[in-house]
């Protein structure tokens, strides 16, 4: 079973629509991370939070908002979709320890109409 | 703020050796990354370097650090057509770890 699942995996949906995409890991990590990836762009960071009770701002998050509702789920929302949100979000978990090395779900592709 | 450029693409013949650079501009990052995206797919920790290090080998990835120019560099030798990815390059912030600046990514394509 993969260690970070992202749901859902493909969506498509209309202008001023509510979407929410979910994250979960099963690896016992403490910090999660929300990005979109643009071509040509790289990733860029939308919100993380490194316990369950912190949230904070990335580069990106003016359209988006989060919720960390356990330490193995980060759910990511955009109050009102517009079509320059159209990317492919990943989500993405690291230990506090070692080399901080980020493990990455496989990512959901949004379109919006 | 912090940045980090990499050019976009590289096109190698299959046993050619790819070099791909990247600059980044957080002097007090501890570690510096290079993360591999295969198609359709979440990327992937490929090697990283601590800051006190130049050099650092892995089979057949060797990675340069260039503290001074600010300048990050991964070779792989004998490349592959299952290199074929996009790989990044990633600079942590500061000295905490944890949030980390990615670059563009470049497209690495192998032709046989």
């Known amino acids: 079973d993969a260690d970070v699942t992202q749901t859902p995996r493909n969506r498509i949906t209309k202008t001023g629509k509510r979407i929410m995409l979910e994250c979960s890991q099963t690896k016992g990590h403490d910090r999660m991370y929300w990005y979109r990836q643009d071509p040509g762009l790289g990733l860029r960071l939308i919100y993380y939070s490194f316990d369950v009770k912190d949230i904070n701002k990335g580069e990106i998050s003016d359209g988006y908002s989060v919720s960390r509702q356990a330490q193995a789920k980060f759910s990511l929302s955009l109050e009102s979709a517009i079509p320059n949100q159209t990317a492919l979000y990943f989500c993405?978990?690291?230990?506090?320890?070692?080399?901080?090395?980020?493990?990455f779900g496989p990512g959901t592709r949004l379109t919006v109409l | 703020g912090e940045d980090v450029e990499q050019s976009l693409f590289l096109s190698v013949r299959e046993g050619d050796s790819s070099v791909i650079n990247c600059t980044y501009t957080d002097s007090s990052s501890t570690y510096l990354y290079w993360y591999k995206q295969e198609p359709g797919a979440g990327l992937q920790l490929l090697t990283y370097i601590f800051s006190n290090m130049d050099m650092k080998q892995d089979q057949r990835l060797t990675v340069l650090l260039n503290k001074k120019d600010k300048h990050l560099s991964l070779r792989i030798a004998d490349t592959q057509t299952g290199d074929s990815a996009i790989y990044f390059c990633a600079e942590s912030e500061g000295n905490q770890g944890g949030k980390l600046i990615f670059g563009q990514g470049t497209e690495l394509s192998v032709k046989p």
């Open positions: 993405a978990t690291s230990d506090q320890q070692g080399v901080h090395e980020q493990f």
